[in-house]
Nanobody, 125 residues
């Protein structure tokens, strides 16, 4: 089992920044890749970004490229730095991990095995 806890969400004005963190515990040695997803009110869950557990091969949603960065620090934590936030970034943000190498698309939420509870990001205009 892998436990995930997100933090760092909040309310920010458009153009502002937030840094989300996802701390993993438990069988972290089994993690292959960690991803971030978001769900806005009335919308489907959406892929935001992903990175390997070793901190390589970051992939981001086109609409957040140049504004968001994803990284892993020296602890069992992956961060999502969000700059130049827009109201359309408002959503509940989740982190999730894959524990297996798979051909499934990185954006496929069903290919991720464990999920956190989510942290709310609200961007006011």
């Amino acid at each position: 089992q892998v436990q995930l806890v997100e933090s760092g969400g909040g309310l920010v004005q458009a153009g502002g920044s937030l840094r989300l963190s996802c701390a993993a515990s438990g069988r972290t040695f089994s993690i292959y890749r960690m991803g971030w997803f978001r769900r806005a009110p009335g919308k489907e869950r959406e892929f935001v970004g992903t990175i390997t557990w070793s901190g390589g091969n970051p992939v981001l949603l086109d609409s957040v490229k140049g504004r968001f960065t994803i990284s892993r620090d020296n602890e069992d934590t992956v961060n999502l730095q969000m700059n130049s936030l827009k109201p359309e970034d408002t959503a509940l943000y989740y982190c999730a991990v894959r524990t297996a190498v798979t051909d499934a698309a990185l954006v496929d939420p069903f290919s991720y095995d464990y999920w956190g509870q989510g942290t709310q990001v609200t961007v006011s205009s």
